[in-house]
Structure formats: structure tokens, C-alpha cells
């Protein structure tokens, strides 16, 4: 949506965009963090669908824990009562409500307070092989640690990442994540060039790059091919054979060159 848009000189605005993303969606859930970036809410009023942004203190480390186990949204969605008590719910609202401040400020003590669920871990939980170990642990270590959407991938939210090391003791992959500021758009230009009239110092790049590809370390791949890693380092990111290039911008190529011919 973003790139059409960007194609045809942003006919719509973010938000606009936003909506229009939502819909074929079904719900912003994904749309929104993933459009705006930090920390955001949405809800919808009539036919349309707001949102709201928060910041997120840097002092917050988060990290993911991604079980070789994958979990169906229908079967998570399965092992939730059909009715919870008001007791249940009230318990939630009145925590969640605070979470906003305490993301913004990078408080852990309140994060470990509100970010106890009624709602939907006890019973998701189940499908999780070793979340009760994990939560344990996160939880000896002044970390919070939730279920990411129905799961079964979990997010942790400490103040070190320290704690990565003991979290991969369960033998799950663990990775450290960032909060972005959303989708970003960046203006690409190709051009077809035979290779004969380029400086020899981009055929270099490439060869680099295979070697590395195959367990050569950079420095000694460098110095075979005889080029310098400043070199490499500044063109390394822009030089690519087209077998190699990633392959949502070989499709972009393809369809431009589908468009043009």
C-alpha cells in the first residue's frame, strides 16, 4: 500500500493509508505497530479506525523467545472460556490503563504489577511448552514476560539484556528486539549497466561477498581479492548479483520491468 502509494506521488495520507490497510486486514492489530511503530493503540468509531502513539524509555530491553512450536490462532483462540468474570475483567482493565505511563517512564516494579493476565494467559499458557519455567525465571530476574498476540512466541520486557543468556538455556531462539518508529519509505533507483564500463571494485565487492557467504572472514577476503574494507564496507550494501538480491525487490523488478516492456 505504502509503496503504490509512493508510486503515485502519496495520493493518501499516513492515516488514510492506515485505514485502508486495516480493512483489508480485518483489524489493526498488526497494521498499526506495524505503520506508526512505538507503542500504539487503535479502535474504531463508526467505519473508521483511530489510533494513538506512545513512547517507549530506551531504558526497556525487549527481547523474543520463539518456541520451535507453532500455535494456530484458531487453536488458541479454542482454550478460551466463552464468558469471564467481572471480577476477571476489572481485574485487567484497572492494570492495563497504567501501562502506557509505565512504558513512557521505563518502570519495571510497575510493569511486573500490571502486566499480570487474567484474560487469556492461564489458559494459553497450557499450549506453551516451558512458559511456566520462563516466567519464572524472568520473573526472579525483575523481568516481565508475556505471550505475544495468541502465541506461542513470548516477549520479554527487562532492563538488561543480560537475561538473553539464561533464556536460551531452554533451547529456544532467542533475539533482541528494538522499537522502531514504523514503516519507513526509501526512493531506489536501478540502472542496467554492463559490467565493462564499471570500476573493477564492484566485481571485487561481489566476490567478497560470496566468500563471506562461505565462512571466509571480511578481513581475508579483502585482502585475496586485494581491496580495502573501507571499500567494501561503502558498497557492499548497494552491489548485488540479481540472483542474489532479496527477493521482494527481485519481484519489485520484475513487475516495473513487466510494466515497461
Not at 489493526?28 to 479506525?49: E, H, L, M, Q, R
Request: glycine share 4%; proline share 4%; charged share 25%.
Amino acid at each position: 500500500i505504502f509503496g503504490a502509494n509512493k508510486i503515485l506521488n502519496n495520493p493518501l495520507t499516513k492515516d488514510e493509508c492506515f485505514n485502508l490497510a486495516t480493512k483489508l486486514e480485518g483489524h489493526p492489530d498488526n497494521v498499526a505497530p506495524a505503520i506508526y511503530g512505538n507503542f500504539v493503540t487503535s479502535y474504531k468509531k463508526g467505519d473508521k479506525y483511530y489510533h494513538n502513539c506512545y513512547r517507549v524509555s530506551d531504558k526497556l530491553k525487549l527481547m523474543v523467545i520463539i518456541p520451535d512450536k507453532r500455535i494456530s490462532t484458531h487453536e488458541a483462540r479454542g482454550v478460551l472460556p466463552s464468558s469471564y468474570s467481572i471480577n476477571d475483567c476489572v481485574y485487567n482493565l484497572s492494570r492495563i490503563i497504567n501501562l502506557p505511563r509505565a512504558l513512557e517512564d521505563g518502570n519495571m516494579n510497575l510493569l511486573m504489577d500490571i502486566l499480570d493476565d487474567r484474560i487469556h494467559e492461564p489458559y494459553r499458557m497450557k499450549l506453551i511448552p516451558k512458559f511456566e519455567e520462563i516466567k519464572k525465571v524472568c520473573n526472579n530476574c525483575n523481568a516481565s514476560l508475556i505471550i505475544s498476540g495468541s502465541g506461542s512466541t513470548m516477549l520479554v520486557i527487562s532492563d538488561s539484556y543480560g537475561l538473553s543468556y539464561r533464556l536460551k538455556e531452554f533451547g529456544y531462539l532467542v533475539k533482541e528486539v528494538t522499537v522502531s518508529d514504523g514503516v519507513m519509505i526509501y526512493e531506489w533507483h536501478f540502472y542496467i549497466i554492463n559490467k565493462k564500463v564499471l570500476p573493477n571494485c564492484f566485481e571485487k565487492v561481489i566476490k567478497i561477498k560470496k566468500m563471506v557467504n562461505d565462512g571466509v572472514k571480511i578481513i581475508d577476503a579483502c585482502k585475496a581479492v586485494d581491496l580495502s574494507r573501507a571499500t567494501y564496507y561503502k558498497y557492499k550494501d548497494y552491489v548485488s548479483e540479481y540472483s542474489k538480491m532479496p527477493r521482494n525487490l527481485v519481484n519489485v523488478l520484475v513487475m516495473i520491468n513487466r510494466v515497461l516492456v
